[in-house]
């Protein structure tokens, strides 16, 4: 049996009021206007954090030894040349003897992605491959695609034992529909007309890939306990539900107007939704949509229940959140609008490449050490152990901190370094189980910060060197919130 | 067993440009506004000087690398010159190398002097990546948050206020007596930048740099030099009836452990209470709270000032703000702490700040310091903390009659 063993998703903590971007820009076009509020990735966030950041939440207690590959499905990759899918491994700390891969292109990424690793798993080239799937896409001031874009990311572990979900079957159509698209040098989206797109694409594919699948195992779409499939236009979505003769309870809820249309990303965190609800033994149809369709017909086991509560997954993420009230703010997250940096926030150091392939692990994976003889973790990883009443030379093993919690020592909000969102936060961390570090803050105002609090790490993009092409990224401390 | 270098060495001569936005003056300018004052005090000639000391620490902001800026500067003659950088204690580490050297017996006169020029980067506070950069090399940029040094003191006052249970208010009010009494004494003192009172009403209501700190309670920028000239007792005597000796001089660095290991609790600067330590052994002091006449303690930030009481050994742990509230370190107090206006007044051109304290405590000492003169002074101390409270370089300098 093959199929996903853990699930993990990332909403980002903002959220904009589509009537906030509506005031801002509606006087363009009026008839962009769409209901409910959308998720916007914080100014350190993209596609490859994202990603992260749902992976460990999938791989909660899970071996990361196991893992024999990554597949990263997204549209909007921070890097042209250099494997996304690569950083996002060495971030996972993960055996470097893996294969891994970015699926692109088009918006089915993320269900190729999954497609081609339950291939591998079936094949036996691999034993377990971690899937995901993320997006942050843009769309221009006063356009639809601004108003119904959204980001998050979703992951998947894929295994051939302890599988919650087995796949039990897909079917694929591919078209070279130009709905919308990207050429070399575009940074937005062009589309051709709306109501072609919607009327002769999406309300016809989805369908066509959802009886294909049915036809081809023999299957009445009345077995299915959800029926997942992106939202486009809501009218349109429920209009497909509508021609397949699906009941209202079968229709996965769609997050459109809580979490807007997160690309590649999107059918799976509605899939990951899916399963948080989902009883073994439910049938699960996974529907993308992207220059043609992918279908996916999973069946969930008796082992859901034994991960269920151990994901923050998209339940958990869904109400943690902090409005942004302004679309100014947004745009100039999002680099819509260029904002005065000043002098200081305008310096950017050339990145070492060298260097920092020699540190990967310490920068990316957030490696420290760990004296073997007085058992003190410490930060960055020291040769001579910093235990005042230790000072081992080399008798160090490599210690992760990435997925350690911790407390907030201390901490400021600094008004004098540049930041995108200022003040600037930073603080010291105390590491549950030892260490220390001084850590950039996020996801967080400075009035919630106390002395003491608890805090986890989160990955984050720390700068964006656009001299050099070069996206830099770290770990910050993020308050650890519970719903 | 080693002793030390307790009146050793003799300061001769000390000169001090006037600190500032000097945006019509070079670091040559500076080096030589200083030198000259420097030489004419100790009544010396510039081939007398065997050997001299350069602090500089943004070289790349202004003076340039080597000592060669300061030999070519003042044109000296092909004798040994070092530049020295240790942040904020580079003065005192350029003082280190020429009292050492005199020490020694390796010269006879030597010079020190320290120079910054900051006001050429084009914004407000340190230098941004030079200052990261210089902090752990290129490595920092990768995992370094985005600091400012506001920022990094201003979690010690979070850590301070949480440790000693003083609330927002009550730890903002204190913090605000010690920029004010700062400001009260640059008004005295034609050399400082800033030259005007400020209340402590003024301190508490002025808008955040970083949570607690507030504009005035951060030290300004500025560009200046100062020097100073030392030679062996014997030579002193015929130079001056007024010589002032080292009587101690010590410089500490961080062990990484207060910002890798547990044990530290941010609200203290471990290495500033290490070097007091030795400093008031070399100098053969007891009781620094009875036997210390006056001070110029590193006051970046009034959080760091406040710390360096309890760390130098003047108030017991924890309750410093009790001696600041009851005007202890007042030019009319018992022992006065930047009787000059401070780098609160000053501005920290960071090489030559510890130089430009040394310039009070040895005007104080020969009693010319005009309206601000402490009365019958003995002992001074000078002390300079660079970097941020985990991560630092710290400097102590007893002087006295």
Known sequence: MVGITSYGACIPWYRISRKTIYSAMGWLNPATFLPGEKAVANWDEDSITMAVNASVDCLNEVDRNIIDGVYFGSVTLPYKERLNAGIIATVLDLRPDIKSADFAGSTKAGTAALLSACDAVKAGSAKSIMVCASDCRIGKAGSSQEEAYGDGAAAFLLSDSNVVASLEGFYSISYDFMDHWRGEYDRFDRTWEDRWAREEGYAKFIPEAIQGLAKKYDLKLKDFAKVVYPCLYTRVHAGIAKKLGLGPDQIQPHMFDTVGNTGTAYPLMMFVAALEDAKPGDKILVVSFGNGSDALFFEVTDQIENIKDKRRGVKGHLNLKQELDSYEKYAAFRNIIPIERGIRGEEVFSTQISMLWRDRRMVLALHGSKCKRCGTPQYPPQRVCVNPDCGAIDEMEDYRFSDKKGRLFTYTGDSLAFSPNPPALYGVVDFEGGGRYWFDITDCDLDSLKVGMPVEMSFRRRYLDETRGISGYFWKAVPIRVE | ?401
């Open chain 2, 1 to 401: 067993m080693v002793e030390g270098i307790k009146d050793k060495v003799a300061i001769v001569g000390m000169g001090c440009t006037k600190f500032g936005e000097l945006w019509d003056k070079s670091a040559e300018d500076l080096m030589v506004e200083a030198f000259k004052e420097c030489i004419e005090d100790a009544g010396i000639e510039k081939k007398d000087i065997k050997a001299a000391w350069l602090g500089s620490c943004y070289e790349e902001i202004n003076v340039g690398k080597t000592a060669s800026p300061l030999s070519m500067t003042l044109k000296l003659p092909f004798i040994p010159v070092t530049r020295v950088e240790n942040f904020c204690a580079s003065g005192s580490e350029a003082l280190r190398g020429a009292a050492y050297a005199v020490a020694s017996g390796a010269c006879d006169i030597a010079l020190a002097l320290g120079v910054e020029k900051l006001k050429d980067m084009g914004y407000g506070g340190l230098p941004g990546i030079p200052t990261l950069i210089g902090e752990g090399g290129a490595r920092s940029w990768l995992i370094h948050p985005n600091t400012t040094a506001p920022g990094l003191f201003a979690m010690m006052a979070n850590r301070y206020f949480a440790e000693y249970d003083l609330s927002p208010e009550k730890g903002k009010r204190v913090l605000a007596k010690i920029s004010s009494k700062s400001h009260h004494n640059g008004t005295l003192n034609p050399k400082a930048h800033l030259r005007r009172e400020v209340t402590i009403e003024q301190v508490m209501n002025a808008p955040i740099i970083a949570w607690p700190l507030g504009l005035f309670d951060c030290c300004g920028v500025s560009d200046g030099s100062a020097a100073a000239i030392v030679t062996t007792p014997d030579i002193a005597k015929s130079l001056r009836p007024d010589p002032v000796y080292v009587k101690a001089l010590q410089i500490g660095a961080s062990s990484g452990e207060e910002l890798m290991y547990t044990d530290w609790d941010y609200a203290h600067v471990e290495t500033t209470y290490r070097v007091g330590v030795r400093a008031y052994k070399e100098a053969g002091i007891k009781n620094p709270r009875e036997e210390i006449s006056m001070m110029e303690t590193h006051d970046c930030f009034s959080i760091t000032e406040l710390t360096e009481y309890e760390d130098l050994q003047i108030s017991p742990r924890g309750r410093a703000w009790e001696d600041v509230e009851a005007g202890f370190f007042d030019l009319d107090g018992k022992i006065p702490n930047q009787s000059d206006g401070g780098l609160k007044c000053f501005g920290h051109p960071i090489a030559a700040s510890g130089l430009r304290m040394l310039y009070e405590m040895y005007k104080q000492l020969q009693g010319k310091a005009g309206p601000r003169q402490i009365k019958n002074p003995t002992l001074g101390l000078t002390h300079n903390m660079g970097g941020s409270p985990p991560w630092n370089e710290v400097s102590v300098v007893i002087v006295g009659l």
